[in-house]
């Protein structure tokens, strides 16, 4: 039951290029339009005339997100960037009511989700909390499940963060008075005490904190070097702006917090990517009092996406059924059986093994492979697809693939490698439709 | 949190071959921020085996260093503490606590880290503390042939010091600690 012939639908010669950047994603035309939602039913639209967002939208001013950018590349796909379509705007206003309702339907939610939120409202800070089940359906459980969760992450903080010396003072302080002996004037030799449950600086026990502290400091300079280098072209990751020290100050605490409650995975490289989008979207959000607690909302979070690729990060699970080689089989297996001629091509003839280029797309979660508008939008389908984050990024990165097939049909295996690792601009709405049409062709 | 290592007449080799392995173990590189040893190490190997462990280093001189470069006294500041170093045969009566508090007066510190008797002390008056580590070889002194290997090893934390005291007794490794506290408002000298 494997397709052996590619479907019709991709031979059309609109796929074998990626479309050129433009600032206006209008430029296509009407295929575009076409392609661009699966539901709709327009077969012709105009250029949208700039439609003030109707009154029901909350009252304040529009916020372009993704304003700071240091280098200018221009936002091609990033829908909502420049002037929102009519579509965006009716979805926009659909999910504000959505997420005004005193129960959320997230099945709606995920639906409407899935095409793109669309920056206008400042509401994907709200709706990813959502969609990762931080925020419970019932809108009047909001205030005492945040409550609870942020005074939880304070705890976490006190605790793990605390330095042995404190640590020590506090165990004393429970177990004796403070001496009086700091009276001026009084000589006389100092009177020594026992050390508390045999820990000294030195100590090489096991449980002895001090050592766990010495052994936990690599893995902090880990986390300080990647944080320093995550997003080095934007301003609110980067640089030496009192924003970006903060910025990267909270991601340093939620890693710290995380390796320390996760000791069998500690921390691996790549989790500060992943952190990223998250901790941006939470901190733009317009909501004040959410700004506030940005931390202690992206640290669970972070937990919860990472919970699905877990897996991933752990290298003894490499091998094993659940582990990133299992994946890229999996992307694999996929590839052939929606495009076999460009499976045999890239694996067989020339020989790009999946590992050069998808172990990156795969743990990552793409962040890395295109401009961070888009990876935004990408990850507005990832989290709201109901198959699941894994299953949708598969089907994403095989839509990859597919976009590029006449370039990777004639190339060879250091053309084909270099177009995969560094993979050309595209249109994200064209890309996640494409992906969304694999779902209904999968063979299982 | 810093911590500072006070350690001092080693002896080696005229006196004793090497620290005791119980100590070496215990004193690996990564952990301690500063080292300040009182003097008479002797020789430059052990001079480069305690810049392995810390690249801040702080020596003064012993009567027996073969480096005469190093200096007689040396003051430096740690956090919120200023620290004085001297080997102390100089120091006449040797180890009497009126004389070294006078010499702590003089270099205007809260602690004085001095040697020379190889017998670990912890002494506070109205000018501030003075330590001597001891030996960390247990070499025997001009005093006496009786002598426990020991070192210290300060947590300083803000206004709060923990002594650590690192003894040899019987061929176990015993740590006691002394806690004081600096006022705010630095004592009059």
Not at chain 1, 12 to 31: C, F, Q, R, T, V
Not at chain 1, 171 to 179: A, F, P, V
Not at chain 1, 337 to 363: C, G, M, S
Request: proline share 6%; charged share 25%; aromatic share 8%.
């Amino acid at each position: 039951m494997v397709k052996k012939r590619v479907p019709d639908w991709l031979n059309s010669s609109l796929w074998s290029s990626p479309h050129p950047p433009s600032p206006s994603p209008y430029d296509d035309g009407e295929d575009y339009r076409l392609r661009r939602s699966s539901s709709a039913a327009e077969s012709t639209v105009q250029p949208p005339v700039p439609v003030p967002p109707p009154s029901a939208t909350r009252p304040e001013p529009p916020k372009v997100e993704i304003r700071d950018r240091m280098n200018d590349s221009s936002d091609n796909g990033g829908s909502g960037s420049g002037t929102p379509s009519v579509e965006d705007i009716s979805r926009q206003a659909q999910l504000v009511q959505e997420l005004s309702r005193k129960v959320i339907n997230v099945g709606e939610l995920r639906r409407l989700a899935s095409q793109g939120i669309p920056d206008g409202a400042g509401i994907r800070s709200t709706v990813w909390k959502l969609l990762l089940g931080y925020l419970p359906v019932d809108r009047g459980l909001w205030s005492s499940e945040l409550a609870k969760k942020r005074s939880q992450y304070k705890h976490f903080k006190e605790e793990l963060l605390m330095n042995p010396s404190e640590i020590t003072r506090r165990l004393e302080k429970s177990t004796s008075s403070e001496n009086e002996e700091s009276k001026c004037g009084t000589r006389g030799l100092l009177p020594r005490s026992e050390i508390t449950q045999g820990e000294h600086p030195l100590s090489l026990g096991k449980t002895s904190i001090w050592n766990q502290f010495f052994q936990d400091t690599e893995i902090i300079e880990q986390i300080d070097r990647d944080v320093k280098r995550t997003h080095p072209g934007m301003h609110f990751f980067s640089g030496d702006s009192q924003l970006a020290k903060s910025n990267q100050e909270a991601l340093k605490n939620i890693l710290i917090v995380f390796a320390k409650l996760n000791p069998g995975i500690r921390y691996v490289q790549g989790m500060n990517e992943i952190l990223a989008p998250l901790f941006y979207v939470f901190r733009n959000d317009p909501n004040e009092e959410n700004t506030a607690f940005v931390e202690a909302d992206t640290f669970f979070c972070f937990v919860e996406l990472l919970s699905g690729f877990r897996d991933h990060f752990c290298q003894q699970l490499d091998n094993s059924v659940v582990g990133i080689r299992s994946t890229i089989t999996k992307l694999s297996r996929l590839l052939k059986e929606h495009d076999e001629e460009l499976w045999r091509h890239l694996e067989v003839t020339t020989k790009v093994n999946p590992q050069f280029y998808a172990f990156r797309w795969i743990t990552l979660l793409l962040t890395q492979e295109f401009n961070f508008a888009d990876s935004l939008i990408i990850w507005d389908t990832l989290l709201s697809d109901p198959e699941g984050p894994l299953e949708t990024l598969l089907r994403v990165c095989i839509a990859m693939l597919i976009l590029v097939r006449r370039r990777l049909l004639a190339g060879d295996f250091t053309s084909n490698l270099k177009l995969l690792q560094h993979y050309p601009s595209t249109n994200i709405s064209h890309l996640l439709y494409v992906a969304n049409k694999l779902r209904t062709q999968s063979a299982y | 949190m810093v911590l500072v290592l006070a350690i001092g007449d080693l002896h080696i080799p005229h006196r004793a071959p090497d620290l005791p392995p119980k100590f070496k173990s215990m004193l690996v590189p990564g952990k301690i921020q500063h080292i300040i040893c009182t003097g008479n190490l002797c020789i430059k190997e052990v001079h480069d085996y305690l810049k392995s462990l810390c690249p801040s280093l702080h020596i003064t001189r012993g009567e027996y260093d073969e480096d005469a470069r190093y200096p007689e006294t040396k003051t430096l500041t740690i956090g919120q503490f200023k620290l004085g170093l001297c080997h102390g045969h100089q120091v006449v009566p040797w180890g009497d606590l009126d004389s070294l508090a006078m010499l702590q007066r003089q270099l205007d510190v809260d602690i004085l880290v001095s040697g020379h008797t190889h017998q670990f002390k912890a002494y506070k008056h109205e000018g501030g503390v003075v330590i001597n580590p001891g030996s960390a070889t247990g070499a025997y002194s001009s005093i006496t042939y009786d002598v426990n290997p020991s070192f210290v090893l300060m947590d300083i934390d803000g206004l709060r010091v923990v002594v650590y005291v690192y003894e040899l007794i019987d061929g176990e490794v015993k740590v006691d600690k002394i806690d004081f506290k600096k006022t705010a408002t630095a004592a009059t000298h």
